[in-house]
């Protein structure tokens, strides 16, 4: 029976360290790794902001505040994850960056260690494979804020252990997340249907339909949504997107998937979204976020 005591996550950006402190927040113990100090410095001042901003607010109390932060360690040596029950790897959506990892983190785990993917679109499939246990290997897609997004997509491959699956659907539970099961497809359930909605948001705004605000208020009042698929855009990333898009354009051999012209461009010029605090909205202002013009240059 695998163990969910002794948690590892590798890469300290913004899914890494959402996910480490969701982890904390649990009451798991759990490492977060990265070889950049900057990276885990940054991590951890955000996780400590976040869960001191709960406080404030009433959401947690200051005995989980302070037991969330105890719990949680960082590190700048892969060592720290050879006891952990359950590892996963949130670096960059580069499908070898990911097998190398992946590849690195089985070498030092130990033998019963559960490996999983945050991959949002990749392979898990190719990504277990670089393993020598492929039937311990999961995806496990968490969604930006990892903190408040309550899903959970877990993504199972042919090799996956039906043990292992078990243990993912427990972890989901363990830390308040709902979970859906996929089977290893391009692009999953979720980044599929998110990313049509994303691309034909921006080919809208190219040609000149509506403005920002007005196409994410339409999905968000014509259609429930609790966000807009250009808003949605700025917090995953406009560079995560781009790679999604050309990912599923190859692996589906389907145009629909074709990134727009406004995609690429904002992201040569490093218009990446809230990280970079500039995308289809202006996260630099203190008020509400400026909505890109109909006449924008980059069409």
Known sequence: MYQLNKMA?????????????????????????????????????????????????GKISPQLESAALERLRISEDMQAIRDADLIIEAVPEILELKKEVLKYVDQLAKPEAILATNTSSLSVDEIAHSTSRPQQVIGLHFFNPVHIMKLLEIIVTKQTSPDVLTCARTFASLIGKTSI???????????????????????????????????????????????????????????????????????????????????????????????????????????????????????
Not at 202 to 224: F, P
Not at 252 to 274: C, D, H, Y
């Open 181 to 299: 099961v996929v089977h290893n497809s391009p692009g999953f359930a979720t980044s599929r249907l998110g990313i049509c909605f994303a691309l034909e948001a921006m080919r809208m705004l190219e040609e000149g339909v509506a403005s920002v605000e007005d196409i994410d208020t339409a999905m968000m009042l014509g259609y429930g949504h609790p966000m807009g698929p250009l808003k949605l855009t700025d917090l995953v990333g406009l560079d995560v997107r781009l790679a999604i898009a050309e990912s599923l354009t190859t692996n589906l051999k389907n145009a629909a998937f074709a990134p727009p012209a406004i995609l690429r461009t904002m992201v040569s010029e490093g218009k990446l979204g809230q990280k970079s605090g500039q995308g289809f909205y202006n996260w630099q202002e203190k008020k509400s976020p400026r909505a890109t013009q109909l006449n924008e240059s980059h069409t």
């Open 9 to 57: 996550v590798v890469g300290a950006g913004t899914m890494g360290h959402g996910i480490a402190q969701v982890l904390a927040m649990a009451g798991m113990e759990v490492v977060l790794v990265d070889k950049e100090a900057q990276a885990l410095m940054l991590a951890h001042q955000k996780i400590s902001s976040n869960l001191k901003k709960a406080c404030n607010l």
